[in-house]
């Protein structure tokens, strides 16, 4: 078998819908294995960090290791702060308790969840933000059936 750099970024695909796909990052760790790392945008089964399994074409099969959930939340953009300084003061704060983020819109930002935190607990982490931020969408929260 081959030496795998660490550092060996690939992309990967993985299926949203029957027609739609989203690309992501990823760092090769077998010939077959690979670690995202990116936040997803769409695809709900796989966060940063999660280990997935790979087919010859780069298309993920399903996951090996799910290391926690993605969820998005919206925040207001006022026209007297940077974009900048809002987004950056919201990543500072989650930072400090080990959740990623991307600013992928004006007002809005995707996070890396880790397992050990509820959906309860993001909430409160996020009301505590000097930034107000609404959770849009967490995957770590069952919805209730109509």
């Given at each position: 078998m081959a030496h795998?750099?660490?550092?060996?970024?690939?992309r990967v695909t993985i299926r949203i819908a029957r027609k739609w796909t989203e690309t992501l990052w990823a760092r090769r760790?077998?010939?077959?294995?690979?670690?995202i790392d990116c936040i997803p945008r769409?695809?709900?089964d796989v966060t940063l960090g999660s280990l997935v399994k790979l087919d010859s074409r780069g298309h993920v099969l399903y996951v090996l290791e799910k290391t926690g959930r993605n969820a998005y939340g919206e925040y207001a953009?006022?026209?007297?702060?940077?974009?900048?300084?809002?987004?950056?003061?919201?990543?500072d704060h989650l930072a400090e308790h080990d959740i990623p983020t991307v600013g992928y819109a004006p007002g809005k930002v995707a996070m890396s969840v880790p397992n050990d935190i509820s959906p309860g607990r993001l909430e409160e982490l996020l009301a505590a933000c000097p930034v107000p931020v609404k959770v849009v969408r967490d995957f770590g929260r069952r919805v209730r059936p109509r």
């Open positions: 795998i750099e660490p550092d060996n970024l690939i760790v077998g010939p077959d294995t690979a670690r769409y695809a709900r953009v006022t026209p007297d702060v940077a974009l900048e300084d809002l987004y950056g003061t919201i990543r």
